[in-house]
């Protein structure tokens, strides 16, 4: 039973053991234990400042993100518009130009076939002018003959002249 009961220089021993080991621990290494906890709890708090700002810039960074996101999306639906809008603006404009250039074509083809047509009655009026003319010849050479015979001539040639023509 003597290991049950502990005798009293034992405890009385182990009592003064403690303390000088505390005693020890107090005057040489407590004050650095308390430095080092202390240093490190300032490293966690400054840890936790750093993640909590971090965290805003992110935030932040986020929001700026989105803004440009939609700015940009707003230029490109204004750069895409500006695109549209010259689109039919050169396409008006093209079709313009195109309707001009016909109807200048369409005018000077008027013009043209008008002068065609003046020359073409022109060289119908020279020729009847010049049938005329061999027509009056003839006729003017057979006057001393019959009066019947002219007629009959002057049918003949100018049924001649127009089958020419």
């Known amino acids: 039973m003597d290991?049950?009961?502990?005798?009293?220089?034992?405890?009385f021993w182990q009592t003064i053991t403690?303390?000088?080991v505390l005693l020890i621990l107090k005057k040489f290494?407590?004050?650095?234990?308390?430095?080092?906890?202390?240093?490190?709890?300032n490293d966690i708090n400054l840890s936790l400042e750093g993640a909590a700002k971090a965290r805003k810039l992110s935030q932040e960074l986020t929001a700026q993100k989105g803004e440009l996101i939609l700015s940009a999306n707003k230029?490109?639906?204004?750069?895409?518009?500006?695109?549209?809008?010259?689109?039919?603006?050169?396409?008006?404009?093209?079709?313009?130009?195109?309707?001009?250039?016909?109807?200048?074509a369409i005018t000077q083809s008027r013009e043209l076939i008008h002068t065609e047509?003046?020359?073409?009655?022109?060289?119908i009026k020279s020729q009847v002018s010049i049938l005329?003319?061999?027509?009056?010849?003839k006729i003017?050479?057979?006057?001393?003959?019959?009066?019947?015979?002219?007629?009959?001539?002057?049918?003949?040639?100018?049924?001649?002249?127009?089958?020419?023509?």
């Open 3 to 11: 290991l049950l009961t502990p005798d009293f220089g034992l405890i």
């Open 18 to 20: 403690l303390l000088t």
């Open 75 to 104: 230029e490109r639906e204004k750069i895409l518009a500006e695109a549209i809008s010259l689109k039919n603006s050169i396409i008006e404009d093209a079709k313009t130009e195109a309707k001009r250039l016909v109807s200048e």
């Open 132 to 137: 005329a003319i061999n027509i009056a010849e």
């Open 29 to 41: 290494a407590w004050k650095p234990i308390l430095n080092m906890i202390e240093s490190r709890e």
């Open 140 to 165: 003017l050479s057979e006057k001393l003959s019959q009066t019947s015979e002219n007629e009959t001539l002057i049918k003949r040639s100018i049924a001649n002249s127009f089958f020419k023509l």
């Open 117 to 123: 047509r003046q020359e073409a009655i022109n060289e």
